[in-house]
């Protein structure tokens, strides 16, 4: 900007060289290895016969790892659990990212009305648009995967706005849903109406993808340590060049929320009000674990319909009565499988506080992760137990 015209501005970009360095950094290499091509040709090769007997992810991130179902499965049941687990996970991958291309929209408005933003908006643009061929391919080879073995949706699901339950798992009913659809109108205005908040949201962002980050470097290095690259099932392509997209965004996040911020004014009382109610949903969404999938805060109870049509399908062949107990012995009983899911979350936990450490707005409840640290196993135990009889009693009226 002009230096004489900067007296009438109050803040630039460019008054932190650091920041915007980074962030031009970060877009460049972004752009140079930019994986939306292969992506997209990566969806149109997509044939689930040719890895129909292969897994696709590393062991332990199959559904139900570590659980008495996964240790009386044979072989071919294994192949299917784990199979599951990558459409269940990226199911959930892609809620979030519809979510994430509306708020980049949103938030670019509000971030566009300070001088030299345009960098950071570029950055997201690039980021919503890779987001769309994610999308695109994770639906196409769960949604293949699906039909191919179920014959119907398991954990797919038709195309959805950014308006609903971000968790597609989540513990929520009517009441909740609505207020949760009115409260995302909200933000929505306010991130495109305050420069705070529109930058802000990426330190919501960086903390939801945090978790994500863990993960997905581990589905990612099973394509990496693949001895046979060229022969891999393409969802192991998938997971391996979507993680390597995802680390470009998780760096713009944090770039974004911790030294971009600091181009701004100092937010009003209720600009951080609004900032911490954002860190306290998602410290709500991340509340639970799922014992059926390690590394998705998924609540177990909305589970277990699909569970149970699982154990009903052919692939498993199971009653009524042998679905039910494998249920309660899954479900109502400690695991090795439960144990790790709640591991993993409390790693999450960990690495969530250390990335707000240093963000001068947040407040003490969502520093410490106080809303989250209040579940445990034996909190996780208790309400599966009651949830899965009223399950039962649910599937005998019906
Ligand atoms: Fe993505
Ligand atoms: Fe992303």
Known sequence: MNRVLAQRHDRSLLDDRKGYRKIELNYRKNKEQDNTAMMDRLAAEFRYDDCRDR??????????????????????????????????????????????????????????????????????????????????????????????????????????????????????NMAKSLWRKLQLNAYTLLSSNSAFIGCQYFAVRGVRTLNGKLIQHQLSQFYFKDPDQEHAPIPLKVSYYHFRDESFHFNSSTVISHEVLNSLKEPTPFEKWVANQGLRGSQSDHYHFSTAINGLFWYDPALYPKIYKILRSPVFGMSDNEARLMMVACFAEESEGMHASAKSRQIAIDSYREYLAGLKYVDQTNKEMAIMRRNSVAQHLTTNRHELRRFFRRIEIA
């Open 55 to 172: 897994y696709w992810n590393p062991e332990m991130f199959s559904l139900l790892y570590g659980t008495p179902l996964w240790e009386q499965a044979d072989s071919g049941q294994r192949v299917k659990l784990n199979q599951l687990y990558w459409a269940a996970y990226y199911s959930q991958i892609i809620s979030a990212e519809i979510a994430t291309i509306f708020f980049n929209q949103t938030s670019a408005a509000g971030l566009y009305t300070i001088e030299d933003f345009r960098i950071v908006c570029d950055t997201l643009d690039l980021e919503s648009a890779q987001e769309r061929a994610h999308i695109n391919v994770f639906k196409k080879i769960s949604e293949d995967f699906e039909e191919a073995v179920f014959g119907e949706r398991i954990f797919t699901y038709p195309m959805r706005g950014p308006y609903t339950e971000t968790m597609i798992y989540a513990k929520t």
